[in-house]
Antibody, heavy 118, light 107 residues
Framework: EVQLVESGGGLVQPGRSLKLSCAAS????????MAWVRQAPTKGLEWVAS????????HYGDSVKGRFTISRDNAKSTLYLQMDSLRSEDTATYYC???????????WGQGASVTVSS | DVQMTQSPSNLAASPGESVSINCKAS??????LAWYQQKPGKANKLLIY???TLQSGTPSRFSGSGSGTDFTLTIRNLEPEDFGLYYC?????????FGAGTKLELK
């Protein structure tokens, strides 16, 4: 069974940093591209970033470019999202997702809640 | 970026009925549209990709159609577990973009 479990969320002050992790199991992690998608309270889904299966190619949404960094450790089957210079508008539930069929998210985690507030 | 316009935003129906949800892209995305279901306490679920290809495990009462800019998700013979939020997403180009969602509620 494919499982994606996010961790590392919490309350953080504006301007500070936070790092999310996503532990993957039930599939060969190193064979798949991965992504982060977020959802602000009462809002829709917003793609944040993607990374290729080997980690060499990354893409970011304009709203996080230059502040967030997606990375992965295939030996640990873990995906990361380093979030720097956080803003109140980054408050959201962050989902880890497996990506295939060209930018389709075919498996999702339950999400990690991030609140940016003073 | 490709803007995705989803309609209606809310939809009320009864079990056994059929419903359709529409998604319009701001430019042609060929056949590359996905549909997801979101329910409280559950992981988001991919239903359909590439416009009409059912993801493994998606019941056959779900179907997708369309190409270019106009797409439709149809659910026939609604089951109680089908009520929830539905999102479309274009997967033709970066950045992948989502519609605003359709809330399917029990009438």
């Amino acid at each position: 069974e494919v499982q994606l479990v996010e961790s590392g969320g919490g309350l953080v002050q504006p301007g500070r940093s936070l790092k999310l992790s996503c532990a993957a199991s039930g599939f060969t992690f190193s064979d798949y591209n991965m992504a982060w998608v977020r959802q602000a309270p009462t809002k829709g889904l917003e793609w944040v970033a993607s990374i290729s299966y080997g980690g060499s190619n990354t893409h970011y949404g304009d709203s996080v470019k230059g502040r967030f960094t997606i990375s992965r450790d295939n030996a640990k089957s873990t995906l990361y999202l380093q979030m720097d210079s956080l803003r109140s508008e980054d408050t959201a539930t962050y989902y880890c997702a497996r990506s295939r069929y060209n930018l389709v998210m075919d498996a999702w985690g339950q999400g990690a809640s991030v609140t940016v507030s003073s | 970026d490709v803007q995705m316009t989803q309609s209606p935003s809310n939809l009320a129906a009864s079990p056994g009925e059929s419903v359709s949800i529409n998604c319009k892209a701001s430019k042609s995305i060929s056949k590359y549209l996905a549909w997801y279901q979101q329910k409280p306490g559950k992981a988001n679920k991919l239903l359909i990709y590439s416009g009409s290809t059912l993801q493994s495990g998606t019941p056959s009462r779900f179907s997708g159609s369309g190409s270019g800019t106009d797409f439709t998700l149809t659910i026939r013979n609604l089951e109680p577990e089908d009520f929830g939020l539905y999102y479309c997403q274009q997967h033709n180009e970066y950045p992948p973009t989502f519609g605003a969602g359709t809330k399917l509620e029990l009438k």
